[in-house]
């Protein structure tokens, strides 16, 4: 939340009128801390009184790692999920 707001004031700044982030959220899965994952996500709130837009980017072989209440409870922590892909539907020429 700290670097968000830090950014929005810098894009204010440069004439800007928001950020735009996709964070990578693999970082936790490898170092371990699905504990703090979670926690983190919980922390964030869902509507943000500054013009900040992130998109969590979650890896299907990661988030498939977490139990089903995880799951769950990481999704609800989010005001929209978009998808996941299966490498079912993967695109081949």
């Not at 964030?44 to 072989?61: E, L, N, Q, T, V």
């Amino acid at each position: 939340m700290k670097l968000g707001k830090g950014l929005v004031m810098r894009a204010a700044r440069d004439g800007k009128t928001g950020v735009f982030a996709i964070p990578d959220m693999g970082s936790f899965f490898l170092s371990e801390r699905i504990d703090i994952l979670l926690e983190y996500e919980r922390s964030i709130p869902i509507k943000m009184d500054f013009k900040f837009i992130a998109i969590c980017s979650y890896h299907r072989g990661n988030f498939d790692t977490l139990t089903e209440q995880q799951q769950k409870e990481l999704l609800l922590c989010h005001n929209t999920v978009i998808g996941v892909k299966d490498e079912s539907d993967a695109f081949e020429p």
